[in-house]
């Protein structure tokens, strides 16, 4: 097989693991033992990314403040790679001056109390030592209450982790600034202070403090001190853990004046209407936000009806505290409008939106006087996510005052389309980084039960980066929809099927994405060499498709691309498909399995070169035995 190519491991970072190691044996220290000195040099050569720990020989004058913290008679296991979570990594190797005993430098992954490992290293958090500090004070506190501090008891023994909320006894004076906010015939809901606040574990001092005025919300159950078991009930409904969208109880507390318990939670309940937030961790209340977008309906109009109701549908998709949400723009909020591309169906300009302050992409649809199905489809086509689901995001619909046509307004994406991207990407891993983004966007729109069906280089937007979006989404639409009388798009990019009449698919699409990692493979058009015209029409439907040089790409990667553009759309993969089998860490970017990047004696290889003359015939070694013995 041939090579590849040799890659940095690291694209983002700019690691390239061959000259990492001619680096090490320029500086690093020798331990004066060869044995040791082949141990370290082979730790060294397993580093495969710009995070794992460089295996080193550590002279012992480098440790101050040395304690001992735990004897052992076993061994471990110890890892040199970066974000190994529960394996302890290793730094190197030292010696003792005095006893001459050799050292293993690990990471500070032990709990100096007890000597125990931590459980996740990073957290710096020993749960054996947790739980018997809380134990200890147990009796430095009581609710006078049994039921209530053995609950109390048991929920501070149940936390795992160092971000687990320790749940407590929360004495009433502590609160201040208590204001209401629902009342029921259950109980009420106030806001409130927590002067001291709840423990947060420290990672840095490795021990717990206090969030002072902490914001809480205060329940109070009526009557809860005559129905202690369903107040604990109430309670366990709750979570201890963060980052759950469920919300976290810090502990109970009790009113002086009625004797009712009160659950002391996270400020987790709409002030507006006392509901739970839909989206906890940045408290947003979407039922709110949706009936303050209703409200303001009367307050714009694009003096179009259809226009409106779609602009009104657009915004109540919104799910997510930052959705988009879509506006009537007027077009005077457009400054510094410049052509940036131009097509059969419209012509895009870069604008500056003066409100928001940003860069934005204006499409203005030819002929688009008179609002059409097609364009309200494209529109709702497009994206209400700011980022993530690699499809081009929309803000909003605008009209030019003087041609009258309607203008989708955009995301700006300022690395430009995939074909002029693409020469910015010269290696394999931000290849595939950018086409699992493509392959995510195709995704979505295949899991929304529609096709793209004009998938091409020219329909891909890059961020500058290795992320994509797919944009143009003109003739996306619901799967089977479509008049069989017109075929849009690029002839090469087009699945055989289509081009015979055959209604749009899924599988059509992946036929569109299979050219597309053909582009990404040699930089070349596919068929940019023929005319498109009926003849190549033809040939596709008969089987012919782009050469590729098998040996300059990954065998895994040339086999996912034919069965993209397989003639038969059932024997291609899905989208989801795809995006496992294109993801970087499935595609292997080998090289020959002879081939050293370390500096080595290269006369072994060489001597025989002096015997040769100038008349001498040279083996041609990147053939294989069988050419050779073909040519004798």
């Known amino acids: 097989?041939?090579?590849?190519?040799?890659?940095?491991?690291?694209?983002?970072?700019?690691?390239?693991?061959?000259?990492?190691?001619?680096?090490?044996?320029?500086?690093?220290i020798k331990s004066g033992n060869q044995k040791i000195d082949n141990i370290i040099q082979t730790m060294q050569l397993e580093i495969g990314d710009y995070c794992d720990q460089i295996f080193e020989w550590i002279p012992y004058n480098q440790f101050v403040n040395i304690k001992e913290i735990r004897r052992d008679d076993f061994i471990k296991s110890y890892s040199i790679k970066g974000y190994s979570g529960k394996t302890v990594k290793i730094y190197g190797i030292s010696q003792d001056p005095n006893t001459k005993n050799y050292i293993m430098v690990l990471e500070d992954g032990y709990c100096e109390n007890c000597g125990d490992q931590y459980i996740v290293l990073s957290d710096k958090w020993c749960r054996s030592c947790q739980i018997n500090?809380?134990?200890?004070?147990?009796?430095?506190?009581?609710?006078?209450n049994e039921k209530i501090d053995n609950f109390i008891q048991e929920m501070q023994l149940s936390i795992n982790r160092y971000g687990d909320i320790v749940f407590e006894w929360v004495p009433y004076d502590q609160f201040d600034k208590i204001n209401d906010i629902e009342s029921s015939d259950f109980g009420n809901l106030h806001l409130a202070l927590w002067m001291d606040g709840p423990l947060h574990y420290n990672r840095v001092?490795?021990?717990?403090?206090?969030?002072?005025?902490?914001?809480?919300?205060?329940?109070?159950?009526?009557?809860?001190?005559?129905?202690?078991d369903e107040f604990l009930n109430e309670a366990k409904s709750y979570s201890i853990k963060y980052f759950d969208n469920?919300?976290?109880?810090?502990?109970?507390?009790?009113?002086?004046?009625?004797?009712?318990?009160?659950?002391?939670?996270?400020?987790g309940y709409c002030e507006k209407c006392g509901e739970v937030y839909t989206d906890l961790c940045y408290n947003w209340?979407?039922?709110c936000q949706i009936n303050d977008l209703k409200e303001d309906f009367k307050n714009w109009t694009s003096e179009n009806e259809k226009i409106d109701k779609f602009i009104q549908e657009m915004q109540l998709r919104i799910n997510e505290y930052n959705s988009i949400v879509v506006k009537w723009i007027p077009y005077n909020q457009f400054d510094n409008i410049k052509e940036i591309g131009t097509g059969g169906f419209a012509t895009v300009y870069s604008a500056k939106w003066r409100d928001s302050n940003i860069m934005i992409a204006l499409k203005y649809l030819h002929n688009s006087q008179n609002i059409t199905n097609e364009f309200l489809n494209e529109a709702k086509s497009y994206s209400i996510k700011e980022c993530s689901d690699n499809i081009l995001p929309i803000y909003g619909i605008s009209q030019n005052p003087d041609t009258r046509n309607y203008i989708i307004v955009l995301k700006y994406i300022g690395g430009g389309n995939l074909g002029e991207h693409i020469k910015k990407v010269y290696h394999w891993p931000g290849k595939l980084q950018l086409l699992v983004s493509i392959i995510n966007g195709l995704k979505i729109i295949h899991k929304n039960q529609k096709v793209h069906r004009d998938l091409h280089i020219g329909n891909i937007l890059c961020n500058g980066g290795y992320s994509a979006c797919i944009s143009d989404m003109g003739l996306c639409g619901e799967v089977d929809n479509i008049d069989k009388t017109k075929i849009y798009g690029v002839m090469p990019y087009v699945a055989p099927e289509v081009l015979r009449g055959c209604i749009y698919t899924h599988a059509a699409d992946i036929y569109s994405f299979g050219m597309i990692m053909y582009f990404m493979t040699t930089k070349r058009q596919p068929f940019a060499n023929y005319s498109h015209d009926q003849y190549l029409a033809l040939s596709i439907c008969n089987g012919f498709r782009p050469e590729i040089n098998e040996q300059e790409v990954p065998k895994c990667y040339n086999e996912l691309m034919k069965k993209c553009w397989d003639p038969n759309p059932k024997n291609r993969p899905n989208a989801v498909e795809v995006e496992e089998r294109a993801n970087p860490k499935n595609i292997q970017l080998t090289i020959h399995p002879e081939a050293y990047y370390t500096s080595r004696l290269l006369n072994p290889y060489t001597k025989d070169l002096l015997k040769w003359d100038n008349n001498s015939t040279l083996i041609d070694f990147t053939k294989s035995s069988n050419d050779y013995s073909a040519e004798q």
């Not at 205060?218 to 202690?228: E, P, Q, T, V, Y």
Request: charge should be positive; charged fraction near 30%; proline fraction near 3%.
């Open 133 to 144: 500090n809380l134990k200890e004070k147990f009796g430095n506190w009581t609710s006078e």
């Open 285 to 287: 209340c979407k039922p």
């Open 1 to 28: 097989m041939g090579v590849v190519e040799h890659v940095a491991i690291n694209i983002e970072y700019k690691w390239c693991k061959p000259c990492r190691i001619n680096e090490l044996e320029k500086i690093c």
């Open 246 to 267: 469920i919300l976290t109880i810090y502990g109970i507390s009790q009113n002086p004046n009625t004797k009712d318990y009160i659950l002391v939670l996270q400020d």
């Open 205 to 228: 001092r490795k021990k717990y403090i206090r969030i002072n005025d902490k914001r809480v919300t205060l329940k109070c159950l009526h009557d809860s001190r005559n129905s202690i």
